[in-house]
C-alpha cells in the first residue's frame, strides 16, 4: 500500500513539473495560472467582446507559429517583479504577432498589462 502510494506521489510531481496546455486558434477566456504553463499558442487567438482573460504571475506563453493575440475584450495580465510573466516565440526567427488592441470597445478599456516582457534567449518547447 505505501509503496504504491508512492508511486501514485511521484507520478503525480512528474505530471504536474511537466505540465503544459496546447490551445488552439480561436477565442480564449478565464484564468492561465502557472499550474498549467507553458501556454503553447497553435493558432491567432482573441479574447472577445464583454469577455476577461486573467494570466497570472509566472506563466510563460510560447507562440508556435506567427500568430497574433487579438485583444477585443479585457486582458489582464499582472506579473510581478520578481515572478513576470513571458510571451515569446518558440522560433525566435520567425517570431510572432504581437498582442494588438484592435476595434476594442470602449466598455472593456481597463486592460492592465504589468511585469510582463518577450524574451528572446528562453527555451524552446515543441
Known amino acids: 500500500m505505501i509503496k504504491n502510494l508512492l508511486c501514485i506521489s511521484i507520478l503525480t510531481i512528474a505530471i504536474t513539473v511537466n505540465s503544459q496546455t496546447l490551445v488552439p486558434g480561436g477565442n480564449v477566456t478565464g484564468t492561465w495560472g502557472v499550474s498549467g504553463s507553458p501556454y503553447l499558442i ?3 487567438i482573441i479574447v472577445p467582446n464583454d469577455s476577461i482573460l486573467i494570466i497570472q504571475a509566472g506563466v510563460t506563453i510560447y507562440f508556435q507559429g506567427h500568430f497574433k493575440f487579438l485583444i477585443l475584450g ?3 495580465a499582472t506579473g510581478t517583479e520578481t515572478d513576470s510573466i513571458i510571451c515569446t516565440a518558440n522560433n525566435c526567427n520567425t517570431g510572432w504577432y504581437g498582442i494588438r488592441f484592435d476595434s476594442t470597445n470602449v466598455s472593456n478599456d481597463s486592460s492592465v498589462i504589468e511585469f510582463c516582457h518577450t524574451a528572446t534567449d528562453s527555451a524552446k518547447i515543441n
Open 42 to 44: 497553435n493558432g491567432d
Open 74 to 76: 479585457r486582458l489582464l
